[in-house]
């Protein structure tokens, strides 16, 4: 069965530092999305991406991030210059469609982590 | 700004029992309403995806909506202890936009 998948499982890197986080959608998906997930709360929705461009972003989605699909394969999170509050997991879930029945399937996740 | 509210629990049951856990929502043009299932440290993975005002079933669980009541619950039938996980409401539009989830409800199921 098709899966979203995600890289790497772990990262850790310095306050200030730059990460790039990947993500394969299922092949044949069109809308992509990325959640954060801070350890003991809920899961956030930051941006979805369809057509090479951003459709929506939430106010957690600031100037710090930016998404990428570099090629036909890949949908990449960059956080610029992270802080320990980007310390969380991150999911990439992709979706064949963007009608309301579209359902969204999830990645592993990323655990960042910002020392 | 959209809510989506879920007791956090631990809602406990005791092994093949029924589980109801329930969710409430604020924006009345929500259409489209999903149950996922979390394992802690693991992603949310589908369980089901109800549309329409009353009840849809899949095996032991059933989903119910009430529009007018703004409400989706799902009962988990014959519980099992590994049914014991996080359960999570999510809410969305026509389109799918803003995709919100709640805070989750932890299950626990006592052998």
Redesign the interface.
Known sequence: EPEVTQTPSHQVTQMGQEVILRCVPISNHLYFYWYRQILGQKVEFLVSFYNNEISEKSEIFDDQFSVERPDGSNFTLKIRSTKLEDSAMYFCASSAGTSGTDTQYFGPGTRLTVL | QKEVEQNSGPLSVPEGAIASLNCTYSDRGS??F?W?R?YSG?????IM?I?SNGDKEDGRFTAQLNKASQYVSLLIRDSQPSDSATY?CAV?????????????TRLSVLP
């Open positions: 259409q489209s999903f996922y979390q693991k992603s949310p993975e589908l995806s549309y999570l969305t539009g026509y389109y799918g936009q803003n995709f919100v989830f709640g805070p989750g």
